[in-house]
Structures are given as C-alpha cells and as structure tokens.
Nanobody, 125 residues
Framework: QVQLVESGGGLVQAGGSLRLSCAASGRTFSSYRMGWFRQAPGKEREFVAAIRWSSGSTYYADSVKGRFTISRDNAKITVYLQMNSLKPEDTAVYYC??????????????????WGQGTQVTVSS
C-alpha cells in the first residue's frame, strides 16, 4: 500500500526557515503531480504549491510566492517544500498530496487522491 509520510515541521521564529519532506513509500508509486496544502484552525484547507513529476513545472499560491520553493527528488520519490521568511500567518498543519490522474486544476484539493498525515508548522512572532 502506498503512503505519503511528511516530516520537517516544527516551531520557528518569524523570518526563519523550515524544510518539509514528503516521502512516498510502497511497492509502486506513480503520480502526475504532487502538492502541498495547509490548514489553519478554523479555516479551510488551502493550496500552497505543486510540482509535476515529469517536467518539474511548479505552481505557487500568491501568498507564498518568492518565499517557498517546491522541489522533487525522483530517485528518492520525495518532494520538498523549502519555506523561507516565515510569517505567523504561515502557521498551519501542512499536508502533502498526490494527484495520480491528469487534471489541470492543480490548486483544488479534490483532484488529489492520496494524502499524508500532516505536519505542524508554528511560526512565532
């Protein structure tokens, strides 16, 4: 059974950095696109960033553009989210997800059919 396992969350001061990792485990794994989402208490899950496995094309929410970078390591079947210049409003549980069937709507949680368990990111002011 394929699973996504996130790591790298934690507590950091505003202006600091964190790198999240999302490793796919299981006998076989293939995905059209990988995404990162986040959910703060009392808020809906929101899109953060996405990357296409084959081309490496990346997509970002306006709120993180220029501060966050998504990347992938095909050999390790791992996706990363480098987060710099963190702000208190970035505080949330961060989830990685796999979109295994072609879709153009990369920012919609509905097209992602495999999710990790989430990792907490807390940014103090």
């Amino acid at each position: 059974q394929v699973q996504l396992v996130e790591s790298g969350g934690g507590l950091v001061q505003a202006g600091g950095s964190l790198r999240l990792s999302c490793a796919a485990s299981g006998r076989t794994f293939s995905s059209y696109r990988m995404g990162w989402f986040r959910q703060a208490p009392g808020k809906e899950r929101e899109f953060v960033a996405a990357i296409r496995w084959s081309s490496g094309s990346t997509y970002y929410a306006d709120s993180v553009k220029g501060r966050f970078t998504i990347s992938r390591d095909n050999a390790k079947i791992t996706v990363y989210l480098q987060m710099n210049s963190l702000k208190p409003e970035d505080t949330a549980v961060y989830y990685c997800a796999a979109n295994r069937v072609y879709s153009n709507n990369y920012s919609s949680p509905a097209i992602y059919d495999l999710w990790g368990q989430g990792t907490q990111v807390t940014v103090s002011s």
